[in-house]
Nanobody, 125 residues
């Protein structure tokens, strides 16, 4: 089973920066893409950024383009979200997710989709 644990959230003033980390465990012999979503109080969870299995392709929500950067370090089994020029509207719980295929003990690959518990980001004006 694949487990994800986020960290790096906190309270920051508008214009500040944060780096979120997501450590992925339990993923031997797996191929997956990873991404970040966020959810503000009273709102639906929304897409923020994603990165392909190879790390070559990245995708961003229009609201964060040019300010956020997603990256992955497979040696550390970690995905990062670098957030610059933060705005109060960036406030919310940030969730890491991984989706792909994983080889089981029987040698067959099966799909999986896992989520972390989230880390809170609060941007004050």
């Amino acid at each position: 089973q694949v487990h994800l644990v986020e960290s790096g959230g906190g309270l920051v003033q508008a214009g500040g920066s944060l780096r979120l980390s997501c450590v992925i465990s339990g993923r031997p012999f797996s191929y997956y893409a990873t991404g970040w979503f966020r959810q503000a109080p009273g709102k639906e969870r929304e897409f923020v950024a994603a990165i392909s299995w190879s790390g070559v392709a990245t995708y961003y929500a229009d609201s964060v383009k040019g300010r956020f950067t997603i990256s992955r370090d497979d040696a550390r089994n970690t995905v990062y979200l670098h957030m610059l020029s933060l705005k109060p509207e960036d406030t919310g719980s940030y969730y890491c997710t991984a989706a792909g295929i994983q080889r089981g003990g029987d040698g067959f690959y099966r799909p999986f989709n896992s989520w972390g518990q989230g880390t809170q980001v609060t941007v004050s004006s």
